[in-house]
């Protein structure tokens, strides 16, 4: 396989503007200690920061943020332990997976708008041979078909998949969330999952006075706002409305006992 080479240059009126957001969380994992598989890169993501302008995050932050990494890794190597053959990655950024988790007859297919996109066939184009088997699929979440785009991608929707949505539902509103989570369930085949990542809140709470106020301590908050953070039951009706079912509702203190309880979820579910 090689990179998906689609224009992504854009033009002159429209130069691309990747995700600040994506850039930092991909800094702050190039410095985590993580597994690889026995033929994957662990210099892969500090390699596809390179150049990039560092910024801090509060410790909270960092905290959840290696938390849910930490799930996210073992999910896609027990999916790959167990068989599974197609890996797909929304709001994908700079995930570093397909080259650090690489694994004969594994197929990973990373989602995320074409902006990012651009910027991340450039830091792969310079990679060489070390990226051959990451496909770029540029889409706009908000108003793209995931399913229509992952059919014209090469993603087969007859072979069991892992979808992995780490960090991006938190973006998206409710209307779009269930879009997205429908369209990745009529490309799911049995046997595959749903590995998302939650922002929550508990009950009781007004919703969208918890994002005014996440928001009004974010950086990037201006370009880039967190839309949906709910409690969990209310984000596991929205999977349901979209044909997923919670198998498992993981905690970030699961992964990180230093990291704040009933913040951040991941959801593992099935069609």
């Not at 410095?31 to 994957?40: E, V």
Request: aromatic share 4%; net charge negative.
């Amino acid at each position: 396989m090689t990179v998906n080479k689609t224009d992504y240059n854009g033009s002159p009126a429209h130069r691309p503007r990747p995700s600040r957001t994506s850039q930092v969380v991909a800094a702050v994992r190039s410095g985590l200690t993580r597994p690889t598989t026995p033929g994957g890169d662990g210099t892969a993501q500090e390699q596809l920061c390179a150049g990039m302008v560092r910024s801090e995050l509060p410790g909270p932050l960092i905290v959840h943020l290696t938390a849910r990494t930490r799930c996210v890794d073992a999910q896609v190597l027990d999916a790959i332990a167990g068989g599974v053959e197609q890996v797909v990655v929304l709001g994908a950024g700079y995930d570093d997976r397909a080259l650090r988790f690489r694994s004969p007859g594994v197929r990973y297919f990373e989602v995320d708008h074409p902006d990012t996109q651009a910027d991340k066939a450039r830091r792969l184009g310079a990679l060489g041979d070390a990226a051959a088997e990451v496909n770029l699929v540029p889409a706009d979440f908000r108003t793209d078909d995931v399913a229509a785009v992952l059919e014209g991608s090469g993603h087969d929707a007859g072979r069991p998949t892992l979808f992995v949505a780490e960090g991006l539902i938190v973006y998206l509103d409710p209307t779009a969330i269930v879009a997205l989570l429908s369209g990745l369930h009529r490309r799911a085949s049995t046997g595959s999952t749903l590995v998302a990542t939650l922002a929550v809140h508990a009950a009781g709470l007004d919703s969208a006075a918890v994002a005014a106020y996440a928001n009004a301590g974010r950086a990037n908050a201006a370009t880039e706002p967190w839309r949906t953070i709910l409690p969990l039951p209310l984000h596991v009706d929205l999977l349901a409305r979209a044909g997923w079912s919670a198998a498992a509702c993981l905690d970030d203190t699961a992964f990180d006992p230093v990291a704040v309880p009933d913040r951040s979820v991941t959801v593992v579910a099935v069609p």
